[in-house]
């Protein structure tokens, strides 16, 4: 079956919409958490941002107040060192019953980076975190003390007591569309994320990341496929084509800040990376592709995360999404532009179609 996330945050506030309350808000994160739960999402990512609520801490916080939701934490490896981080995760995991995974992310901006007081380049940050993880795995994987000496790290005698509760580790979710990403990935990933572009793109990446897990000596079946997706749904499609417009003129009319706080215009993502630079692409190439896919917004914000839309009624998005299990894709990340209320309409009219699509065609395999 199909995995799918969703995507937490601590205040009310998206592209579109200015901050509701607090920026740290917990009544809204507990109600945002247990949405999802109740939309039946296996999931859900909590972003790293050099200006945003600590990850660790959110989970911990939605995690108390949940049942079975899962928790993907992202993170950016160089700001805390890996056997730290390994136990930190461990113990996370140990206390929520098994609901913790991560997203290891390299750093696409050299800004974002520095403000947190790091000035490797981007090369550099790839090396740095294959290093990383190969000791973050040996914490999580070894009985006896080890000692490891690389070009970013030394440690010796490491030994974690707290062993994850998943075993034999928590998932490993890898992010990015360099070559380097491909090749750190393929060597770590249990799931590689792309962000949504078009099917014949999307089916290259794929093929890129299975090329470099075989490099690696692994098999690349062993390499899930996660895409993501801002769905906009509507009773019928020309209702939802009604909707995404009226986005796009918000986005467009600069009135909400990047970090959702409505304290300057939407700024344009100027500093892009490659997964940027491959959706810009995409929709220099034209606005609608494939079955419902709408770059539109992503070329008003620059491509600045994950910001391609499906657009169409629950049938006609449903039935896109499955374009894209066709060709290998096997988690799906969808968040809304009105995040809770999108996160309800998911789960009630979204999901259960995709996956009793899947299920039907599991029946009819046996």
Avoid at 18 to 45: C, I, K, M, N
Avoid at 123 to 138: A, F, I, K, P, S
Avoid at 223 to 228: D, E, K, L, Q, T
Avoid at 243 to 248: E, T, V
Wanted: aromatic residues 10%; proline residues 4%; hydrophobic residues 40%.
């Amino acid at each position: 079956m199909v995995e799918f996330i969703g995507m937490i945050r601590t205040s009310d506030a998206s592209e579109i919409r200015p901050v509701r309350g607090p920026f740290l808000d917990r009544d809204y994160t507990r109600r945002f958490a247990q949405a999802h739960e109740e939309a039946s999402f296996d999931r859900v990512l909590i972003g790293y941002h050099s200006w945003d609520a600590d990850g660790f801490a959110v989970a911990g916080y939605a995690a108390a107040h949940t049942e079975r939701l899962g928790f993907l934490i992202a993170h950016r490896p160089g700001f805390v060192a890996p056997t730290v981080w390994a136990r930190k995760i461990a113990t996370l995991d140990q206390f929520t019953g098994g609901r913790i995974a991560v997203h290891i992310i390299s750093g696409a901006s050299d800004t974002e980076q520095r403000r947190d007081g790091d000035h490797t380049d981007k090369t550099t940050r790839y090396r740095r975190t294959d290093e990383y993880l190969d000791v973050v795995r040996r914490t999580w994987a070894a009985t006896e003390p080890f000692s490891f000496e690389g070009e970013f790290y030394r440690v010796e005698g490491a030994l974690s007591r707290v062993p994850t509760f998943t075993r034999p580790r928590v998932p490993i979710y890898f992010g990015g569309s360099s070559a380097d990403a491909y090749r750190v990935g393929g060597r770590h990933a249990d799931v590689y994320a792309l962000w949504g572009e078009p099917l014949r793109e999307t089916a290259e990446q794929i093929a890129s990341v299975r090329a470099a897990a075989t490099a690696a000596g692994r098999d690349p079946a062993e390499v899930g496929i996660s895409v993501s997706f801002r769905p906009i749904l509507g009773r019928t499609d020309e209702e939802a084509w009604e909707r995404a417009r009226s986005i796009l003129r918000v986005i467009e009319g600069g009135t909400v800040s990047p970090a959702g706080n409505g304290s300057a215009p939407y700024v344009l993502n100027r500093e892009s990376s490659v997964g940027s630079r491959r959706l810009l692409a995409a929709a220099d190439r034209g606005e609608v592709h494939d079955r419902a896919l709408w770059t539109a917004t992503a070329k008003a914000t620059g491509a600045a995360g994950n910001s391609t839309a499906l657009v169409g009624s629950p049938e006609t998005v449903a039935r896109a999404l499955l374009d894209y299990v066709d060709i290998g894709v096997t988690t799906i990340l969808i968040r809304g532009y009105e995040p809770l209320e999108d996160a309800v309409a998911y789960g009630r009219d979204l999901l259960p179609l995709v996956r009793s699509e899947l299920a039907h065609r599991a029946a009819a395999a046996v």
